[in-house]
């Protein structure tokens, strides 16, 4: 594997990466952490749009607390949540996980986004901390 730099005018304690051989393949890992929907995400989205200008495979994960997402109808009730969900239009990306991993109110905050269709598939578990564990299958 080959840990990702990131430039420090985009660089964010909550993101980090990794490129890894997989099959034949260079797959970039993302992991993510957005601790409130409200929070700027001006440099989130510049940092993950940096990150996926790249020919590689990308998987984007995380909890990015965007709780008024409705992901099947790909819309937002909230402005913050418009702006999230345009990024991922906007990138071609697809958003895999279908149940709440985050319980009372039930939300899908937790996330796996690509921009190829590198994922088999995704299985929300069992709860740990207050949120369900996540767990994806290339």
Not at 48 to 59: A, N
């Amino acid at each position: 594997f080959c840990p990702l730099e990131i430039p420090e005018r985009l660089s964010l304690p909550e993101i980090t990466g990794v490129d890894v051989m997989y099959r034949g393949h260079t797959v970039r890992i993302i992991v993510a952490y957005h601790p409130n929907h409200v929070f700027k995400q001006e440099r989130l989205v510049q940092t993950l749009e940096y990150l996926l200008s790249t020919q590689k495979h990308c998987i984007i994960l995380g909890d990015f607390n965007m709780p008024h997402i409705d992901w099947l109808n790909l819309s937002a009730c909230d402005s913050y949540c418009q702006q999230f969900l345009a990024f991922v239009t906007k990138n071609g990306l697809s958003q895999h996980v279908s149940s709440p991993t985050r319980l009372n109110p039930n939300n899908i905050l937790d996330l796996c986004l690509t921009n190829t269709s590198i994922v088999r598939d995704v299985q929300v578990g069992d709860l740990f901390s207050d949120h369900r564990i996540v767990e994806v299958t290339l």
